[in-house]
């Protein structure tokens, strides 16, 4: 398995990530109850014990509250933050009532709302400093010379150690670097057997099956070409290949998840291992970020790292999962 650029940063971080957005009940703004942090509590023994030592966070994750059981459980056992790298994102804010009238979901890169953001992070994580900041989604009004403020505030300040972005075009990163002096290293985009877009990017140039790629080219190239690590969200396609219903789907779905059932059978390891280890068997070093909180597939994503995928075997996934054959 190919060393990931993470690495550079941050000596000892796991290849897999532990996503953090199911914890904390939901997306509400109903209390959180014991049984909320018992979660948390058993989420990160189960993590850690399967090797995942990077937990992925948003200020916005369940409102907010995601952060806030996990700050429970480091605060009832502090002695764990040392073994544990953190990250969180800034730059959504949601929907709702604000100075007397509604306001919609927008995008916000100010320097006053990033520092307000990784404030409230660290106060319901009940940490000092964050490992990692990324910006969550691009904000078309942003003001790069204010980013790089920021930036610059909470890394003398000691508050966050390392920055990245989320959900950024190569082009988007390089106008943003050229500002900031700390290094971007890390982007996480959604990529996944349902999300080729990233891969179809390079193998339709040239072709009018490129017309349909939805990806700016040559992002997945920069990442590679800066030592920008590229982390997958949403990599387990909410399960759609690893055993959740998909009578309804279309052909390609069902194909793709029979294909998968096929080599984990020949493999005798999990479905979820064969998703991820796919991913991971791009030489980009992709680290994928595991989004579900139940236990068992946690284990059973664990897996991925005791496993190559083949050439053929690999070509067979992609193939399958894009519906059609190769330009």
Known sequence: MNPIPLT???????????????????WNHDPVTPEHIAQAHNFVDV??????????????YARGKAEHVFGQVLAERPAIREHLFLQSKCGIRMEG??????????????????????ENSLSRLKTDYLDLLLLHRPDSLMEPEEIAEAFDQLKKAGKVRHFGVSNMSGHQIKYLQSF???????????????????????????????HSVSFVPGTVEYCRSHNIQLQAWGCLS?????????SDKDETTQATAHQVAEMAQEMDVSR????????????????????????????????????????????????TARGERLP
């Open 272 to 319: 979820e291992a064969i998703i991820l280890a796919w991913l991971m068997r791009h030489p980009a070093a992709i680290q994928p970020v595991v989004g579900t909180t139940n236990p068992q597939r946690i284990r059973a994503c664990s897996g991925a790292e005791q496993i190559t995928l083949s050439r053929e075997q690999w070509y067979q996934l992609y193939v």
């Open 97 to 118: 009532a604000e100075r007397g009238r509604n306001v919609p979901k927008r995008y916000d890169f100010s320097k006053q709302w990033i520092l307000h953001s990784v």
């Open 8 to 26: 550079q940063s941050l000596p000892s971080v796991s290849r897999i990530i532990a996503g953090c957005m199911g914890l904390g009940g939901g």
């Open 238 to 246: 909410q399960g759609m290949f690893s055993g959740r219903d998909i």
């Open 180 to 210: 900031v002096d700390q290094p971007i290293v890390v982007n996480q985009i959604e990529m996944s057997l349902t999300r080729l877009d990233w891969l179809n990017d390079g193998v339709s140039f040239n072709h009018n099956q490129g």
């Open 47 to 60: 993590a850690l014990e399967n090797g995942m030592t990077l937990f992925d966070h948003a200020d916005i």
